[in-house]
């Protein structure tokens, strides 16, 4: 007997017009940003006792944590991007040889919003203009790109609003988080850095001046000390109001790397793309002074055209010159922000290289001083990490997602990769002289990419003495593993893999967080420290924008006559 559901016409035809969301139906975009490996999971949930093949290291006892953008609902526009997805956590908590997984979204102001409506309100990926005019006012960052632990709680971030406190355990959120009301810019970064010294996290926010969209160049670097004090906080203008994206830290200097992808207030009034690409602009790379600054102290190197990937490694050299390695691809890797006036071109972004290059900035050198890269190292990869413990120092090991399309790829049963063809892990270590050195690479096989790696100290190791962990996407089952491996054995295969009986989205960042961590800053919030504490009042930004309403409405009510003559 043929299902009933075919006997039945549809009444509703596909829920996008002109690109647009019509309608009350729950449909996803039948795009590429919602099909294969990214489409939607939209799942919460627990998962006790993951099925493991190999044995996981009994010296594990933590938790990785990581998150994805995951749309709660179908986007207002059609072709809306990945990147514009709520922020979702997970959790892989690892102690004895077992692993048990947890799954939560942030409850963002933005999330609140539309579970609450029960559709999506805001529009296109960081443009407040193509929003329900219902959420005007509302903080509509979705926290979706990286997740440290910072001082007992976690710190769910993205870059255009800022973060929302987690707790570690539970992946309860907590709410909006201030540093106890001790900064109130409109953004912050999802890329804060801790100096494994001293304690610090320093960390910092660009387009910061007035609600995050304004498409300015004010940018702000604040650090915390381990007691959670601010101890530093500079102001500067940047020279174009570009993407700041990751930064590194030295002993003394902030880098961070300013992006030629630009932003107008022009585009986002008419409806369109946040950034678009300028291959006539440099790439930029400021010099912030950690302690003392002043504005005129930030120093601006160029060089030529580039886009900026992720961090490895940033330490000081024996002439006090500032060495700073990132990867840094020879054209546009998003896309799907193309010059003004151009259309995507995918094709293109396949074709790009990204070496790791090696900077060396002279802080003694003008700003406006034209650099070079020191070394290029052909790695064709992405999303580096280092041993945490070496941050801020001269380091030997890092670990990154490389393309090797010299590998085989079962396209018939897989398909485009979606996030990029990242078959390998790949294990890097400098030679003595500071130059390229050796490679150690794990290949995912034919029908399967990685995500972004994090690195798992061992007790009393040397540096890259541990174990590197990362999630496989499964592309031919559409399915997720949890990959371990010995961090300077990538090539001798998996020590263990987690399997998960489901699919998550392509995520973004995490970090691992060693139990005992977790445990002293839960005796510590549960005593005199005492609890998280959110933020409790409205951002500047708001409170403008609720005075402004107000004083609309009374000029409203004065001029049809309440409060007038006429």
Same mark, same amino acid.
């Given at each position: 007997?043929?299902?009933?559901?075919?006997?039945?016409?549809?009444?509703?035809?596909?829920?996008?017009?002109?690109?647009?969301?019509?309608?009350?139906?729950?449909?996803?975009?039948?795009?590429?940003?919602?099909?294969?490996?990214?489409?939607?999971?939209?799942?919460?949930?627990?998962?006790?006792?993951?099925?493991?093949?190999?044995?996981?290291?009994?010296?594990?006892?933590?938790?990785?944590?990581?998150?994805?953008?995951?749309?709660? *609902?179908?986007?207002?526009?059609?072709?809306?991007?990945?990147?514009?997805?709520?922020?979702?956590?997970?959790?892989?908590?690892?102690?004895?040889?077992?692993?048990?997984?947890?799954?939560?979204?942030?409850?963002?102001?933005?999330?609140?919003?539309?579970?609450?409506?029960?559709?999506?309100?805001?529009?296109?990926?960081?443009?407040?203009?193509?929003?329900?005019?219902?959420?005007?006012?509302?903080?509509?960052?979705?926290?979706?790109?990286?997740?440290?632990?910072?001082?007992?709680?976690?710190?769910?971030?993205?870059?255009?609003?800022?973060?929302?406190?987690?707790?570690?355990?539970?992946?309860?959120?907590?709410?909006?988080?201030?540093?106890?009301?001790?900064?109130?810019?409109?953004?912050?970064?999802?890329?804060?850095?801790?100096?494994?010294?001293?304690?610090?996290?320093?960390?910092?926010?660009?387009?910061?001046?007035?609600?995050?969209?304004?498409?300015?160049?004010?940018?702000?670097?604040?650090?915390?000390?381990?007691?959670?004090?601010?101890?530093?906080?500079?102001?500067?203008?940047?020279?174009?109001?570009?993407?700041?994206?990751?930064?590194?830290?030295?002993?003394?200097?902030?880098?961070?790397?300013?992006?030629?992808?630009?932003?107008?207030?022009?585009?986002?009034?008419?409806?369109?793309?946040?950034?678009?690409?300028?291959?006539?602009?440099?790439?930029?790379?400021?010099?912030?002074?950690?302690?003392?600054?002043?504005?005129?102290?930030?120093?601006?190197?160029?060089?030529?055209?580039?886009?900026?990937?992720?961090?490895?490694?940033?330490?000081?050299?024996?002439?006090?010159?500032?060495?700073?390695?990132?990867?840094?691809?020879?054209?546009?890797?998003?896309?799907?922000?193309?010059?003004?006036?151009?259309?995507?071109?995918?094709?293109?972004?396949?074709?790009?290289?990204?070496?790791?290059?090696?900077?060396?900035?002279?802080?003694?050198?003008?700003?406006?001083?034209?650099?070079?890269?020191?070394?290029?190292?052909?790695?064709?990869?992405?999303?580096?990490?280092?041993?945490?413990?070496?941050?801020?120092?001269?380091?030997?090991? *890092?670990?990154?997602?490389?393309?090797?399309?010299?590998?085989?790829?079962?396209?018939?049963?897989?398909?485009?990769?979606?996030?990029?063809?990242?078959?390998?892990?790949?294990?890097?270590?400098?030679?003595?002289?500071?130059?390229?050195?050796?490679?150690?690479?794990?290949?995912?096989?034919?029908?399967?990419?990685?995500?972004?790696?994090?690195?798992?100290?061992?007790?009393?190791?040397?540096?890259?003495?541990?174990?590197?962990?990362?999630?496989?996407?499964?592309?031919?089952?559409?399915?997720?593993?949890?990959?371990?491996?010995?961090?300077?054995?990538?090539?001798?295969?998996?020590?263990?893999?987690?399997?998960?009986?489901?699919?998550?989205?392509?995520?973004?960042?995490?970090? *691992?967080?060693?139990?005992?961590?977790?445990?002293?800053?839960?005796?510590?919030?549960?005593?005199?420290?005492?609890?998280?504490?959110?933020?409790?009042?409205?951002?500047?930004?708001?409170?403008? *924008?609720?005075?402004?309403?107000?004083?609309?409405?009374?000029?409203?009510?004065?001029?049809?006559?309440?409060?007038?003559?006429?």
């Amino acid at each position: 007997m043929a299902h009933l559901e075919s006997l039945v016409p549809e009444v509703t035809a596909y829920p996008y017009s002109n690109g647009k969301k019509t309608g009350s139906r729950v449909k996803f975009p039948d795009t590429a940003a919602f099909s294969s490996m990214n489409k939607p999971s939209r799942f919460e949930g627990d998962i006790f006792d993951l099925e493991v093949t190999g044995e996981i290291p009994r010296d594990i006892n933590g938790t990785f944590y990581r998150v994805q953008p995951d749309h709660r *609902f179908p986007p207002m526009f059609e072709d809306d991007i990945h990147f514009n997805g709520d922020g979702s956590v997970t959790a892989i908590r690892i102690k004895d040889g077992h692993a048990d997984f947890k799954q939560r979204y942030v409850r963002t102001d933005k999330f609140v919003q539309e579970e609450a409506a029960r559709r999506s309100l805001f529009g296109r990926y960081r443009n407040p203009y193509t929003d329900n005019e219902s959420v005007r006012g509302v903080i509509r960052t979705v926290s979706n790109t990286n997740i440290t632990f910072w001082r007992g709680m976690l710190l769910a971030s993205k870059e255009d609003g800022p973060p929302f406190a987690m707790d570690p355990a539970t992946l309860e959120t907590i709410g909006r988080y201030d540093f106890e009301g001790q900064i109130d810019a409109p953004t912050f970064t999802a890329h804060p850095k801790f100096d494994p010294d001293t304690g610090e996290m320093v960390c910092f926010a660009y387009e910061a001046g007035s609600d995050g969209a304004d498409c300015g160049v004010d940018v702000a670097a604040w650090t915390f000390d381990a007691d959670g004090r601010k101890t530093e906080e500079l102001w500067f203008k940047a020279p174009f109001s570009g993407m700041i994206h990751d930064c590194g830290i030295s002993k003394n200097w902030l880098v961070l790397p300013l992006t030629p992808l630009k932003t107008s207030l022009d585009r986002l009034k008419a409806g369109g793309n946040k950034f678009a690409w300028d291959p006539n602009e440099d790439q930029v790379y400021g010099l912030v002074p950690r302690r003392g600054g002043k504005p005129e102290d930030v120093k601006w190197f160029r060089a030529d055209n580039g886009f900026h990937g992720h961090v490895a490694g940033c330490y000081e050299n024996e002439d006090g010159h500032v060495v700073f390695d990132l990867t840094v691809a020879d054209g546009n890797v998003f896309f799907w922000f193309p010059p003004e006036g151009e259309r995507p071109d995918m094709a293109k972004r396949a074709r790009l290289s990204s070496p790791t290059c090696r900077w060396v900035l002279d802080p003694s050198a003008p700003t406006g001083t034209r650099v070079r890269a020191a070394l290029e190292w052909p790695t064709s990869g992405e999303f580096s990490r280092i041993d945490d413990r070496y941050v801020t120092k001269k380091y030997s090991h *890092f670990w990154q997602l490389r393309v090797d399309p010299s590998r085989p790829y079962d396209a018939a049963r897989c398909g485009p990769p979606a996030g990029g063809l990242f078959n390998c892990m790949a294990h890097y270590t400098w030679s003595a002289d500071g130059g390229a050195g050796a490679e150690d690479v794990s290949f995912a096989g034919p029908t399967a990419t990685f995500q972004e790696p994090v690195f798992i100290p061992r007790d009393g190791g040397a540096e890259g003495e541990g174990y590197l962990a990362a999630l496989k996407n499964n592309l031919d089952e559409l399915r997720n593993d949890v990959v371990i491996w010995d961090a300077l054995d990538l090539a001798g295969g998996p020590l263990a893999t987690l399997h998960l009986p489901l699919r998550l989205r392509l995520g973004f960042h995490g970090n *691992f967080v060693d139990h005992h961590d977790i445990e002293a800053w839960q005796r510590r919030r549960a005593g005199d420290l005492g609890p998280v504490r959110p933020a409790k009042e409205p951002l500047p930004w708001q409170k403008a *924008f609720v005075a402004a309403q107000q004083q609309q409405q009374n000029g409203h009510v004065n001029g049809n006559g309440v409060n007038g003559s006429s």
